[in-house]
C-alpha cells in the first residue's frame, strides 16, 4: 500500500486502522470506510501545494486552527487544513492528524455516502 504514496509515515501510523488509499486527482486519499480523512499531495509541478489536508468539520475549523496555527484552512463550504511539505513543523502536524483519525476525532473526517431522501 505505501508503494507510491509519498510519506509513507502516515501508512506506517495508521496500520492499525482498517484505511483505504485511492488515487485522486493525480493525489491520494485516505479513507477508512466511508469517510475520508485525508488528501496528501506530491508532484512536480506546484511544490508550493505539495503536503497534507485533513477534512475538518465546519464547526470546528476555528478550534483545528488554533490546535494546528502554521497549517491553512481552504473551502468555506467543506474545510480543509493543510500543512505543506516545507512547513517546520510537517511530519509533527502529520502524525497528530493520524492521532485525531486513530482516536474517531468527531472535529475531523467527511462522510463520502451520499444521503438519500426519503421519499413520502
Same mark, same amino acid.
Request: with cysteine; net charge positive; charged share 30%.
Given at each position: 500500500?505505501? =508503494?507510491?504514496?509519498?510519506?509513507?509515515?502516515?501508512?506506517?501510523?495508521?496500520?492499525?486502522?482498517?484505511?483505504?488509499?485511492?488515487?485522486m486527482?493525480?493525489?491520494?486519499?485516505?479513507?477508512?470506510?466511508?469517510?475520508?480523512?485525508?488528501?496528501?499531495?506530491?508532484?512536480?509541478? =506546484?511544490?508550493?501545494?505539495?503536503?497534507?489536508?485533513?477534512a475538518?468539520?465546519? =464547526?470546528?475549523?476555528?478550534?483545528?486552527?488554533?490546535?494546528?496555527?502554521?497549517?491553512?484552512?481552504?473551502?468555506?463550504?467543506?474545510?480543509?487544513?493543510?500543512?505543506? *511539505?516545507?512547513?517546520?513543523?510537517? *511530519? *509533527?502536524?502529520?502524525?497528530?492528524?493520524? *492521532?485525531?483519525?486513530?482516536?474517531n476525532?468527531?472535529?475531523?473526517?467527511?462522510?463520502?455516502?451520499?444521503?438519500?431522501?426519503?421519499?413520502?
Amino acid at each position: 500500500m505505501k =508503494q507510491g504514496f509519498p510519506y509513507g509515515f502516515i501508512i506506517d501510523y495508521l496500520s492499525h486502522l482498517d484505511i483505504t488509499v485511492k488515487p485522486m486527482f493525480g493525489c491520494h486519499s485516505v479513507y477508512l470506510k466511508d469517510v475520508i480523512y485525508l488528501f496528501v499531495r506530491r508532484r512536480d509541478k =506546484q511544490k508550493e501545494l505539495n503536503g497534507v489536508s485533513i477534512a475538518v468539520n465546519k =464547526q470546528y475549523v476555528k478550534e483545528m486552527k488554533k490546535e494546528f496555527p502554521l497549517a491553512e484552512i481552504g473551502d468555506n463550504k467543506n474545510p480543509w487544513l493543510f500543512i505543506g *511539505e516545507r512547513s517546520k513543523r510537517f *511530519e *509533527e502536524y502529520c502524525i497528530r492528524f493520524c *492521532e485525531l483519525i486513530s482516536k474517531n476525532d468527531k472535529r475531523v473526517g467527511r462522510n463520502t455516502k451520499m444521503k438519500l431522501r426519503k421519499i413520502l
